[in-house]
């Protein structure tokens, strides 16, 4: 799959309705005071199957080549979730050999402590380099590129 038409939704689930069917849900979700809904399908990838729920911090990756409605709040169809902990950054990207992103805006540097795994949990034995990882982070520097020594990093393997 293609991550480079992705964007990100990121904030707090204020609420969740069920779908259109039994198999999926919309989820208010509260980014910088305005709200957003996401729709969530059987199809979509939410990191370590995690239940989700209203006050629960998360980032939702949507397709923008996807169609959307055009009504307001916006709404988005997700194809992967990640919940997060207070104070943590996510980045979906292209890395290459220096572990930079695509955008040029995030350096990595990979530490000792950091958890490389694929998307299903196992553990990532090669080097993540030139791949699409999904990155999650708490401080970064102020450089340009920012750099940041990230506490997880989820190698995509070509989903």
Do not use: H, W
Not at 114 to 140: D, I, K, R, W
């Amino acid at each position: 799959m293609a991550y480079e038409t992705f964007e990100k939704a990121e904030g707090i689930i204020q609420n969740i309705d069920r779908g259109d069917d039994c198999c999926s849900m919309t989820l208010a979700l509260v980014s910088d005071g305005a709200v957003i809904n996401i729709i969530v399908s059987g199809d979509t990838v939410v990191v370590d199957n995690v239940r989700l729920r209203p006050g629960m911090r998360i980032a939702a990756f949507y397709d923008t080549n996807l169609p959307t409605p055009a009504v307001y709040p916006p709404q988005y169809r997700a194809e992967l979730v990640a919940p997060l902990r207070r104070g943590q950054q996510v980045m979906l990207d292209y890395f290459n050999e220096q572990m930079e992103s695509a955008d040029g805006s995030l350096k990595l540097n990979i530490g000792p402590m950091t958890n490389v795994m694929t998307l299903n949990g196992q553990p990532y034995t090669c080097s993540p380099e030139n791949t699409e990882l999904l990155v999650f982070y708490t401080a970064a520097t102020f450089s340009m590129p920012a750099q940041a020594t990230p506490q997880r990093v989820v190698v995509m393997c070509g989903y």
